[in-house]
């Protein structure tokens, strides 16, 4: 018989760690170990006698039975019923204890259990590092424990990740050449074990964006065939650098930026790109609303700080951004004007926060624009249009109004003289993502405010889309034929089976 | 019944720990208000039954039998026979657990007992902290943190 104990300090509350913990057929959202758990059915993730079938993300299945659970306790016991490791008569109790000097918790993880003759010391090994000390380690990660991060332990975890799969192989969408959407084919890729400040993702999500229409047709030269598009995916963590200390493996995180890449369903990338997703945002509204959110958080708050009783003109309001940043300035107190292009879209537009639509008519959207402010005219305008808006906008703008100019989905703007723009001492931004993202601290800023608006629903992202992967070239094509709304995903197909 | 828990980290191992706490004699060692400590007809100190009496810094008596010492669990329990507080039906439990992840040690110590309506929360209050977390401070710092 074989005893195997380990304990830590976690520096979160009890009740923090518990919610975590007590979730029997959830420990495939934390354990870096496990990839996948699935209860046998009719039984509940609390109900004692539950089985959760295991798959490893080694690829070994085994089944474990909840034998006993206790909120007052703060513990549970489970045993192996069926396993490819061979762990016999194995028991394990999982307990945790409140440390009240302190506000933290005390976490034990122990277990007896049989080997084959002469694997004792190998398997008590596994289970001691790779199942418990591993679990404390990504538990303390998901609970932005700044311990974590500095332990020797996540070294050997990922030389140990490295030892055993250097290259982990997977799907994506590539395209050889720049042209339509039939370029967008499927290949096998190879992940490559993380370089010290590199990440190695399983990728569950990817957001779709109207840029990577840009990227596949060769408009933006983001992307050089043949290559990967993409810019926003969230995942899970499956191994890391040996610089990375703000991640862990077995995290959920995400990213929203270049270098393209996305559309895969694993990836190897710059660490200080990603960032945690918080546990109450599902994969898919994370993927969804990244590059789309944190778009507007700093059009509305640091490109240009929208007050109460400002007056602000949106144009595309029922579109992805144009909708979170309808809510949001809303939300800050704003008039919000949406200006778009038929009835279906202005009643999407008022139900995201708009307070007067304007619609295309026998008046030009400066006249409209001026009746609704009384003349004042809009102190900020957030034009994605371009070409075909650029005039109306100046002419709609109040005196020392701001025109924040930041895409061009008519057409190129061309030259403009700005000598008439001091008549009005307009200000015009033309604000690029990458610039307002580039450093980790500006990431965390943006984000933070983001999940915040996401979770307090401030905002709505609203995933109306969703394809396999392997069918990303009809969602840009449904995407060019305008037949969305809100955001479109692609799930990897591997994970969209098991959904 | 009344509740109290107290627990907190000790940096030294559980083993060392539990030597100096072990003696149910050993009171004025590692605490800060215990002045002296006997064990009643000369019974060794881990012979389950024996009756500690000891005098505390601010003059109070106080006796208290062993009910149960474990070195497997590093736990012992102990009973109030006599003391100026006002509890009836008072057993408390001091346990230590090993953390494996720096070999350190995770000390509770909890009671239960009745008193008087009313001073429930006095009483918890007084020995949570002055009893409990004080002697815990004390031992912590004894054993360098």
Known sequence: MVSVQRS?????????????????????????????????????????????????????????????????EYSFRYA?????????????EVSLKPVTDGNRTFWSWKSQFDTPKGQEAELAELVAEGVYTAGFEAVRGRLGDPKSSSRSFMTSAYETSKSSAPELPGKAIQIDRYGGPEELHIVNIIAKAPCPKEVRLRQTAIGVNYIDVYCRSGYFDLL???????????????????????????????????????????????????????ENIDDRTAAAGLLKGMTA????????????????????????????????????GAVVIGATSNEEKARIARSSGVHHVILPGARSL?????EITRGHGADVIYDAVGKDSFDHSVAALATCGHLVSFGQASGDIGMRDISSLASKSATISRPNFGHYTDTPEKLAAITTRLFDAILRH???????????????????????????????????DDIQKGI | MA???ISTVISAPADRVWSVIRDFNALPDWTPFVADSRIEEGLPSDKIGCVRAFRLTDGGFIRERLLALSDYDYS????????????????????????????????????????????????????????????LMSLKSKMGG
């Open chain 1, 8 to 72: 830590t300090i976690i520096d979160a509350p009890i009740n923090a760690v518990w919610d975590i913990l007590r979730d029997f057929n959830g420990h495939d959202r934390w354990h870096p170990a496990v990839r996948r758990s699935a209860l046998d059915g009719g039984k509940r993730t609390d109900q004692v006698s539950a089985i959760r079938n295991f798959e490893l993300v080694e690829g070994q299945r085994l089944r474990e039975q909840l034998l006993s659970m206790s909120d007052e």
């Open chain 1, 80 to 92: 192996i019923v069926d396993s490819e490791i061979p762990l016999l008569n194995y028991v394990a």
């Open chain 1, 224 to 278: 050089k065939p043949p290559a990967v598009p993409g810019m926003e995916g969230v995942g899970v963590v499956e191994a890391i650098g040996a610089e990375v200390r703000h991640l862990s493996v077995g995290q959920r995180v995400g990213y929203a930026c270049p270098p393209v890449g996305a559309y895969a369903s694993v990836r190897t990338m710059p660490a200080e790109l990603v960032i945690p997703i918080p």
């Open chain 1, 297 to 332: 958080e700093f059009l509305l708050h640091r490109v240009h700080q929208v007050k109460k009783g400002d007056f602000v003109l949106v144009y595309a309001p029922a579109g992805g951004v144009g909708r979170i940043l309808c809510q949001w300035a809303n939300h800050l």
């Open chain 1, 366 to 370: 400066e006249g409209q624009v001026m």
């Open chain 1, 458 to 492: 401030i905002i709505s992202i609203e995933v109306d889309q969703q394809y396999p992967l392997s069918q990303a070239a009809e969602a840009h094509r449904a995407l060019e034929a305008r037949e969305t709304t809100g955001s479109t995903v692609l799930i990897p």
């Open chain 2, 3 to 5: 509740r109290v828990y």
């Open chain 2, 76 to 135: 012992f329990s102990y009973a109030i026979l006599e003391s100026p507080m006002g509890v009836d039906n008072y057993v408390s439990t001091l346990k230590l657990i090993p953390i494996t992840d720096g070999d350190k040690t995770f000390a509770e110590w909890s009671a239960e007992f009745e008193c008087a309506p009313g001073r429930e929360d006095e009483l918890v209050e007084h020995i949570g902290r002055n009893v409990f977390l004080g002697g």
